[in-house]
């Protein structure tokens, strides 16, 4: 289809987009450093995304399938990657430091208590864990938000100045062919499209990504719920 367009005496995209001048090739150049930005932060999201909600499957099977906290520590240590398991080693750490604190003050009968504030403890150092973990699986999905929102408004100002210059050009030719401001037109409008080109597909991985960590920010939440009851009845009472 170029290569008709040239022929009948016309230009193809590549030497339209070879042939804009300095603004509008810096704004083309602009939205493709977003565009491969965005699509490399979609690559590596869609990666660690899909490792964390696999390897949280598989601990809380593992969770759910051992009666021994020891051994389900010793296998989270091997799903560094899922969140959820994340989070229970910090309650885990937790409660090992408070049953300790309890064995030795009812060894030296201090009057130890751990009532709400030992499940509060708990809760606190989970609760941190799961924000940190949270800060990691949304670290570069602004990025795709940034990119989804701004670049076609980018594209647009490079439309709106390679047709300005266009007109400029016809009124210093004084003429009123159309054929004289065609290129300039068809060149700013490449970057329109362009920067929908970058936009689209940032917009639509942006809404997947938030819609995965919510789903990932659920189930630890609700491991949290579980982890606490079971801590609180067999450890904490």
């Excluded at 977003?34 to 699509?39: A, D, I, L, N, Q």
């Excluded at 400029?168 to 700013?188: D, K, M, N, R």
């Excluded at 362009?194 to 936009?199: D, E, F, K, P, T």
């Excluded at 960590?213 to 904490?236: G, K, P, Q, W, Y």
């Amino acid at each position: 289809m170029l290569h008709q367009v040239s022929g009948a005496g016309g230009l193809g995209v590549v030497e339209l987009v070879l042939g804009t001048g300095p603004v509008v090739a810096a704004v083309l150049w602009l939205l493709v450093a977003f565009s491969v930005g965005s699509w490399g932060t979609i690559l590596y999201k869609l990666i660690q995304i899909s490792r964390a909600r696999r390897e949280s499957e598989k601990f809380i099977a593992i969770f759910w399938e051992s009666k021994n906290l020891a051994a389900i520590h010793t296998a989270s240590v091997g799903l560094k990657r899922s969140p959820v398991a994340q989070v229970f080693r910090a309650g885990y750490q937790e409660l090992l430091q408070l049953t300790r604190a309890k064995r030795q003050a009812v060894g030296s009968d201090s009057g130890f208590s751990t009532d709400l504030g030992g499940i509060a403890n708990v809760m606190r150092a989970m609760k941190r864990q799961e924000n940190v973990e949270l800060t990691k699986l949304e670290a570069g999905i602004t990025f795709l938000a940034t990119t989804g929102s701004s670049c076609p408004f980018i594209g647009l100002f490079g439309t709106v100045w390679g047709i300005m210059t266009a007109f400029l050009g016809l009124s210093a030719s004084h003429t009123s062919s159309i054929q004289a401001v065609a290129p300039g037109i068809a060149e700013a409008l490449i970057t329109t499209a362009v920067g929908l080109v970058a936009a689209i597909p940032a917009q639509m991985f942006y809404n997947y990504f938030i819609a995965r960590v919510r789903v990932l920010a659920t189930e630890m939440d609700n491991f949290t719920s579980e982890f606490l009851n079971i801590a609180e009845r067999h450890f904490l009472s």
